[in-house]
């Protein structure tokens, strides 16, 4: 990935508090990764630092939609996500990113790289099953759904076969119960 001055965020030259950072994440920051799942990005991203005296606190929001594929239907449709996530930053002899929510920093480090953090969080908050809101309340005219429909396991009927075809030694016994 080729880092970008907007996600290189320099704090040395910042107070102590609250900073506000806003970022507007599109189809070309996830081509930069790589990332080809998804056809179209619009999400917007807030980041608060609260700088510390000895450590940073990143506070990341996001709120938007991807367009991807309906694994149902493979239909394209624009899937709204969102999440939070929080990492603090401290400094030490090298560079660590082996914690999900501890980052550190080596001693006399200047600015500190959020692309990573935002790709995570972004592909993160997309759901392992995408289904088309049109599937879900039945408004999705496609082939492909009445083709799913028709190939659906039939349990139900297959239950009620099972029930009304017994065996007729066991109905004899059942008059007995019956009696």
Known sequence: MKVTKEFLIPFSGLKQGKHQFEFDINKTFFDAFDFDEFNDVNVKVNMVLEKQSTMLELHFKHKGTVNVPCDLSNEN????IKGKMDIVVKFGEEFNDENDEILILPHGEYQVDVSQY???MIVLSVPSKRVH???KDGTLDTGIIEKLNELAPKAKQEEEEKNNDTDPRWDELKKLLNG
Do not use: A, H
Request: proline share 20%.
């Open 77 to 80: 449709f624009d899937l709204p």
């Open 118 to 120: 935002v790709y995570e």
């Open 133 to 135: 809101p049109g599937i």
